[in-house]
């Protein structure tokens, strides 16, 4: 059962360029949205992440806006850089008894062109 | 900067055998979780302990898996007997559990690969 879907499953885009990986949840339930970024032989890191009572939010050249009435949300990476190819991967959070139990999507394979 | 430790971080195991991994959360974080992560997917949560408890593990094949986390500190994941299909990276993640308690930091992973 795959409660959040990811896409695209790869991405090359150009140095300086603007990477856009988009995310879909069903579950009303979840009440926090972070992304974590994944190089190979590594644990993801977590990147940046958002609630659903804001519609944007900016680190840096990482964005994510979030559509709670369209259960969406987005990862903006602006003037990408061959150093941000990795792996990335949203996920959707609900609570539980100790906290919050994480749900993600299948990942989305950036590569960013020289 | 404190983080996740795992080990080993690669494993080969022929079917059949028993494999053993073993993670230490970040100091004074309550909440344990154990994923898997099979190639080209997301991590999928296996187990979630509260300090000794485990909170969830519906997720836990239970007639091979076992996990514990004996003084609410590291944890130890088990795979007795180990098959084919096991073959994939098992991530450790903690969190506070309090405060922040949706921020998960994970560890490098053990690597799994079954013959």
């Known amino acids: 059962q795959q409660q959040v879907k990811q896409s695209p499953q790869s991405l090359i885009v150009q140095k300086g360029g603007i990477s856009i990986i988009n995310c879909a949840y069903e579950?009303?339930?979840?009440?926090?949205f972070p992304w974590y970024q994944q190089f190979p032989g590594k644990g993801p890191a977590l990147l940046i992440a958002?609630?659903?009572?804001?519609s944007e939010k900016k680190e840096g050249r990482f964005t994510i806006s979030f559509n709670k009435s369209a259960k969406q949300f987005s990862l903006h990476i602006m003037d990408s850089q061959p150093g941000d190819s990795a792996t990335y991967f949203c996920?959707?959070?609900?609570?539980?008894?100790?906290?919050?139990?994480?749900?993600f999507g299948g990942g989305t394979r950036l590569m960013v062109k020289p | 900067e404190a983080e996740v430790a795992q080990s080993p971080r690669y494993k080969i195991t022929e079917k059949s055998q028993a494999v053993a991994f073993w993670c230490d959360p970040i100091?004074?974080?309550?909440?344990l979780y154990w994923y898997r992560q099979i190639l080209g997917q997301g991590p999928e949560l296996l187990v979630q302990?509260?300090?000794?408890?485990?909170?969830?593990d519906s997720q836990l094949p239970k007639d091979r898996f076992s996990a514990e986390r004996l003084k609410g500190v590291d944890s130890t994941l088990k795979i007795q007997p180990a098959e084919l299909g096991d073959s994939a990276m098992y991530l450790c993640?903690?969190?506070?559990?309090?405060?922040?308690?949706?921020?998960?930091?994970f560890g490098p992973g053990t690597r799994l690969t079954v013959t």
């Open positions: 996920a959707a959070s609900s609570r539980n008894n100790a906290g919050n139990m994480l749900t």
């Open positions: 579950n009303t339930a979840f009440d926090y």
């Open positions: 958002i609630r659903p009572d804001v």
């Open positions: 302990f509260q300090d000794e408890s485990v909170v969830d």
């Open positions: 100091s004074g974080h309550a909440t």
């Open positions: 993640a903690s969190s506070r559990g309090t405060g922040s308690p949706y921020e998960q930091y």
